[in-house]
Structures are given as structure tokens and as C-alpha cells.
């Protein structure tokens, strides 16, 4: 075998087959390199691999199909045939030089990751699964061309067909996911299962997103080997041909094949029951495939039994979601995931909920009540001003599923109600979310509809009424709050009187200063002095905040007595000393104070606390100014506005969350090149390396042919 090795390894480089192959990789990879990791600063290169994997439909049948079909056509195979050499040693000898020189692009390729270090953070581990699953998709293109030139004499049908092997694996993923898709019958379902096995890209997708998945590295090596086996046994065949025992190995050639083949699919099936947690290992930086501390003890100390039914075809849903829900199976028994076709069952939902759920969504089901999570909410998404598209900026899938699992499981769940009927802004879904995630419920309330407020809220939403409440509705909240109720006021800028809503706030000894807060900090302000970054004071609400900002734009300022002492006041964002409100800002002319406008400091969000008429406390969060809690504004902070929102109502309803787990961001810290950096790296990467090579392969030839 060494010497078979030894002799094909020196026709790759000794003719230019070798290094144009050589070549044509390190010019793709080079080119993509450039645009990705230099230009767009993405700190892994499984991208520009990703981009890139195309180019062996190309190569690899060239490299491939002279390697047996051209000895088959020169009659030189019959030396090897007849030598005292085994058929498995002539296929691996051969094999072996293939992979070395696909081992020359791909060790370059190992050097780039290294490279970029000089530009910041790199994701090493996502860099190399991803170099990984290059490597073996490579290996497996090259053992298909070699299986394909045993098969004919000519070189030119073997790259035509070894291409068309080659582009089927190429496509399939995106043709077994149109048969799941369209498929309503068993048959086009086992089509589908069947067609997968020939997928050669879904697996390098896996390990390209820096998951090391034990399956697809063995699903690679397992097909290799298949696909070299079918080799010797095609040469084998020949081989007795030409010693007279053809009849007799051709019926051992074909159940030989049928046996490995049923071999390599038990192989790979048989990984299916091995638990996610020894087949799969994280590499990515922020462990997005990996289940945090807080929800394996939640997990562990489940006692009920819960079913999550999610509605997509089997191993074809989500990736992430199915290695999410598979590392959940693996930490708890109490936890059982169906899949239902939409296809085959459209109304399934109809059990659980009234509305349609998208394509992929969850029902989890427990013995107390059962709760939808939706597709859409297993990813985050912000827009991107520069494309003005939405980005995918995080993965709230865990996060989802364990939110879910604990309301399925609680014995009592808060409900706040949101006031309507005072056009009052209503709470934006990001808000309404990120309440529910929390498994605090909530429901709209119209006061004029009710005698009093429900028994079971917990609190009420009144957020930036622009209109008075009428006295009786005033009444009815007062009389509320008297009782030990709780409230999230927030009061807005309006054109009328609001005497009965200030009668609420009354309650609570607060009124709103008027006009809008202008800050001559430059330390508190973001751009413009009315878009404030208040002080955040220490509190039981902003202990989530720390070493954090939230953002505040049109903010109003609270007044409140400090000396009172039948009133807690912990005032919990603040202005510098400096600020001031002016109290006409659409006919001012600049951010200069005037007369009428009123001194600060102030708060712009405080927590109150008041003795009840039964003994309890009534407690509230009183907000100056609508902006604070909209999406607009959250998206400045990076979700920190609605954090606080969330803990001042989490807070209130002295409800803690069994286990919180945040959303595992998918945002990558861009690289940062200097411009002359970014020129040498792409001239040499681009054309002087690739074109070395080139030239080296073209001299090694011309010399060749002049001998």
C-alpha cells in the first residue's frame, strides 16, 4: 500500500492536476475569506467555508477521474490486479494520496483563524467544527469520485457522473425538506427519511455552527468507508473476471455492498439512542447548545409528568429547538416530546388553543394547564438600519421551553390587568413577551364593565392614559389600591386635565412635575439632552441593572415628599442635579432653561410603598414619560428597558420565576482591520498564494514534458 501511495501521490504533483486543484480551493477560500473575515469582520471563518463547500462538485470529480478509470483504459490496472498486492491496499493507497492533497488547502485553510486573532476576538471552536466538517464532506466527495472511476473506463463519463452523484448530495437537503413539507402520506415520509441518508450537506451545516456532533462525524466516515468498500468491491470483481472466478464473486460482490450498506444504516441509526449529552459537545462561545445550571436544577427537581407536542415533521424542525428539547429529554424523565404533522393532524391545536400556531411552534401540556410557545418567539429579531431588514440577534429557545414548563407545573400564577378605555398606550408585544416568559398572566380590563377590580389581580397596568378617568373609575382603582392592590402607573404629556387620574396618583403623594426633562449632563444624555440615561439607584427593582443602562427619552419629572412617613418612597431612576423641565418644548427654540421651566434633580421612576386599610401594603412603581417602555427605546439598551419593566411587575407581585434563563445571544463581536492590513492579507490570500501554486503545478508539468 506505501508504495501505491508513494506512486499517486507523486502523479498529483508531478502533473498539474494536483495543484489545480490546490489552487482553485485556496483562490475560493482566499476570495471568501476576504469578504467575511477581513472586509465584514465576522470573527469565524465557517462562513467563508460554507460559501466555499460548492467547489467540490467541481474539483473533486476532476481530481478523481483519471485515478482508476485511466489505468482501466491503458490496461496498467491488470499489472495491479495480478500483483501480490490486496485490492484493499491498491484502494487505500490510492484513497490516502487523494486525501493529502486535499490536506494541503484545508491545513492552509487552519492558519486563517490564527490570522484573524489580529483583529479581535476569534470563535476558535466554530472556526475548526466547521474546518472539520470540510475536511470530511471533502473526504467523502473524493471516496464517491474514486468508487465512480472504478466503475468506467472513461475519464470523461466518470466526472460526469461523479458530478451528478455529487450535486444530488448537494441538493438533497433541500429535496427531502420539500417532500416533508408537501408529503401527507406514509410513503412520501419514508422518501423523505430515505433521501436524508444521502444528504452530504445538512451534516456539515451541524458541525459548521459549532456543534461537534458525534453523528454527523461518524454519518462521514461511515459513508467513506461505504463508498470505499463498494470500490474494492468493484475492482475485486474485475479481478476474478480476469482470473475466471467472475460468476462467483459477482453474487458475493452484491451482498457484500447489500450488507455494508445495511451496516453503515444501523451504524448511524444506532446513534439516534445514544443521549444528546455524550453525542454532542458545544464549541460555541456562548454555549448556545448547551443548557444552563439554573435549568438542569429546575429540571432535576421536576415531579410532575409534562408533554411537549411540537407540530413539525420529525427530524425536521429546528435544529437548535431539536437539540434543546433533546438535552432536556436526557436531564429529566418527567418530560416526553411528540411531533404531530401539520399535515397529517391540521387541527391538533384546536385541543389546546383557538388560534393557528405558525409552522414548528410548541404545546406543552401538563396536568394543571397547558400553554403554547410559538416558532417565533424561539429567536429574537432587531432591525437592522443599515439593510432595514430584521437580524436574528438571539436564540430564546430554552428560555421558552422552561418559562412553559414552569406554568404548566405552578400551583399559583399572578395576573395583572391592563387598564383600557383612557387612551392608554398599549403594552407592545416585546413587553406583553417578556411578561408571559415570566409566567405572569395578563388581560385587558375596561373599567366601566366591572363594579371593582377582580380578586385574583395581582396589580394593575395604567400605562399613559391621554385621557381623564371619570370619577367612578378613578374610584374603583382608589379603592383597589386601599385594599393592598398594586399598580404600574405611567403618566404621559396630554392636552386636557387629568384630575381624576391625578386623584390616583394622589393616592401615593406624587405629581408629575409637568412639562419634559432636559438633561445639561452630558454624562446622562444619549445625542439630544431630551434622551436621557438616568441614574440607576439601588433597589430591589434595579438589582437586575447594575453596572447597566436604561434608556429615557421625553422623560417626565415625579415630585413626592421625602418626609412624609406614612409613604416608602426608594426613588429608582434619577436625574443629575443639573436637569430641568421645561414645560413648553414645542415652542422652544433650543434646550436653553426659560421662564416657568422647574429646577430638578427628579425621578423619573420611583417605587412607592402604603400601608393598606387591612393590615397589608400597597405598592407601586410610578413612571415619568410613555417612551421608557417602548421598543423603540428598549432596543437602545439592548433589552435593559424591558427588564426593568419586567422586575418592577415581578416585584409587585412578590412573584419570582422558578428559573429565568436569558436569551443566548447570536450577536458576534465584528473583527477591526487596518486598511493596510486588510491589503496584504487579501493580495496574498486572493492571487499570490493561489497563484503560487498555479505556477508551481504548471512548471512541474512543462518540465515534465520537455523530459
Not at 109 to 120: A, D, E, S
Amino acid at each position: 500500500m506505501r508504495a501505491i501511495y508513494k506512486r499517486e501521490l507523486r502523479s498529483y504533483f508531478y502533473s498539474f492536476t494536483g495543484w489545480l486543484f490546490i489552487a482553485v480551493n485556496l483562490c475560493f477560500m482566499g476570495l471568501y475569506f476576504q469578504v467575511y473575515n477581513i472586509i465584514m469582520g465576522y470573527p469565524t471563518i465557517s462562513y467563508a467555508l460554507e460559501s466555499i463547500i460548492f467547489i467540490f462538485l467541481l474539483t473533486a470529480p476532476v481530481l478523481t477521474m483519471r485515478t482508476l478509470s485511466e489505468e482501466r483504459k491503458n490496461k496498467t490496472d491488470q499489472l495491479l490486479l495480478t500483483a501480490p498486492v490486496s485490492v484493499g491496499g491498491i484502494v487505500m493507497g490510492k484513497f490516502l494520496a487523494l486525501e493529502t492533497v486535499l490536506l494541503v488547502p484545508t491545513a492552509f485553510m487552519g492558519v486563517l483563524p490564527i490570522v484573524l486573532k489580529q483583529g479581535g476576538e476569534v470563535q476558535f471552536g466554530m472556526s475548526y467544527t466547521s474546518l472539520l466538517g470540510f475536511y470530511l464532506y471533502g473526504s467523502l466527495a473524493l471516496s464517491v469520485g474514486l468508487f465512480v472511476s472504478s466503475l468506467t473506463e472513461s475519464v470523461v463519463i466518470a466526472a460526469v457522473i461523479s458530478f451528478g452523484a455529487l450535486f444530488l448530495g448537494y441538493i438533497m437537503t433541500g429535496v427531502s425538506g420539500l417532500l416533508t413539507s408537501l408529503g401527507t402520506t406514509t410513503f412520501t415520509a419514508i422518501l423523505a427519511r430515505v433521501l436524508s441518508c444521502f444528504d452530504m450537506v445538512g451534516r456539515f451545516a451541524t458541525l459548521s455552527s459549532g456543534c461537534l456532533e458525534v453523528e454527523a462525524v461518524v454519518y462521514y466516515l461511515t459513508a467513506v468507508a461505504l463508498a470505499l468498500f463498494c470500490t474494492i468491491q468493484s475492482i475485486q470483481k474485475r479481478r476474478y473476471r480476469i482470473t475466471g472466478g467472475g460468476i462467483r464473486l459477482g453474487a458475493y460482490s452484491v451482498s457484500g455492498i447489500v450488507l455494508a450498506i445495511i451496516l453503515t444504516i444501523a451504524v448511524n441509526l444506532g446513534l439516534n439512542y445514544v443521549p444528546e449529552q455524550y453525542s454532542s459537545f458545544d464549541l460555541t462561545e456562548n454555549k448556545r447548545y448547551t443548557l444552563m445550571e439554573e435549568t438542569k436544577t429546575f429540571l432535576a427537581g421536576m415531579t410532575e409528568d409534562v408533554t411537549i407536542y411540537v407540530l413539525a415533521e420529525k427530524n425536521d424542525g429546528d435544529a437548535d429547538l431539536q437539540k434543546t428539547l433533546g438535552q432536556i429529554k436526557d436531564q429529566t424523565k418527567h418530560v416526553k416530546v411528540r411531533y404531530v404533522s401539520p399535515s397529517k393532524n391540521p387541527n391538533f391545536y384546536q385541543q389546546y388553543t383557538t388560534q393557528n400556531p405558525s409552522m414548528g411552534s410548541l404545546i406543552v401540556e401538563g396536568a394543571k394547564r397547558s400553554t403554547v410557545v410559538d416558532s417565533g418567539d424561539l429567536y429574537v429579531y432587531e432591525m437592522n438600519y443599515s439593510t432595514y431588514n430584521y437580524d436574528v440577534t438571539g436564540y430564546d429557545g430554552e428560555g421558552q421551553i422552561i418559562s412553559a414548563l414552569a406554568f404548566v407545573t405552578s400551583d399559583d400564577l399572578p395576573k395583572f390587568y391592563e387598564v383600557g378605555g383612557h387612551g392608554e398606550l398599549a403594552l407592545e408585544d416585546k413587553f406583553v413577551k417578556a411578561m408571559e416568559k415570566e409566567n405572569i398572566s395578563r388581560e385587558q380590563l375596561m373599567l366601566y364593565s366591572v363594579d371593582e377590580i377582580p380578586e385574583d389581580a395581582q396589580g394593575l397596568i395604567l400605562n399613559a392614559p391621554t385621557s381623564d378617568f371619570s370619577k367612578e373609575d378613578a374610584d374603583k382603582v382608589i379603592a383597589y389600591l386601599e385594599k393592598g392592590g398594586n399598580a404600574l402607573i405611567v403618566s404621559t404629556l396630554t392636552e386636557g386635565e387629568m384630575t381624576n387620574f391625578q386623584r390616583i396618583l394622589d393616592f401615593y403623594g406624587i405629581a408629575d412635575a409637568g412639562g419634559t426633562i432636559v438633561e445639561t449632563d452630558r454624562e446622562y444624555y444619549y445625542q439630544n439632552p431630551y434622551y436621557l440615561v438616568p441614574m440607576i439607584e439601588e433597589s430591589d427593582v434595579t438589582a437586575p441593572l447594575e453596572n447597566e443602562l436604561v434608556f429615557a427619552p421625553f422623560a417626565r419629572g415625579l415630585l413626592y415628599d421625602e418626609e412624609d412617613m406614612e409613604i416608602n418612597y426608594k426613588p429608582l431612576l434619577t436625574t443629575s442635579d443639573g436637569a430641568f423641565s421645561k414645560s413648553i418644548v414645542n415652542e422652544s427654540t433650543g434646550y436653553e432653561k426659560e421662564e416657568g421651566d422647574i429646577d430638578g434633580p427628579f425621578a423619573i421612576a420611583v417605587a412607592v410603598e402604603k400601608a393598606a386599610t387591612d393590615g397589608g401594603t400597597s405598592t407601586a412603581c410610578v413612571v415619568g414619560g410613555e417612551s421608557l417602555f417602548t421598543t423603540v427605546a428598549d432596543s437602545r439598551v439592548s433589552g435593559n428597558n424591558i427588564k426593568l419593566f419586567v422586575n418592577m411587575i415581578s416585584v409587585m407581585a412578590d412573584y419570582e420565576s422558578p428559573v429565568a434563563v436569558p436569551v443566548k445571544s447570536l450577536v458576534m463581536t465584528n473583527l477591526v482591520f487596518k486598511a493596510q492590513t486588510i491589503l496584504i492579507v487579501s493580495v496574498l490570500c486572493v492571487i499570490v498564494i493561489p497563484l503560487a501554486a498555479l505556477v508551481t503545478g504548471l512548471v512541474i508539468w512543462f518540465r515534465r514534458r520537455r523530459k
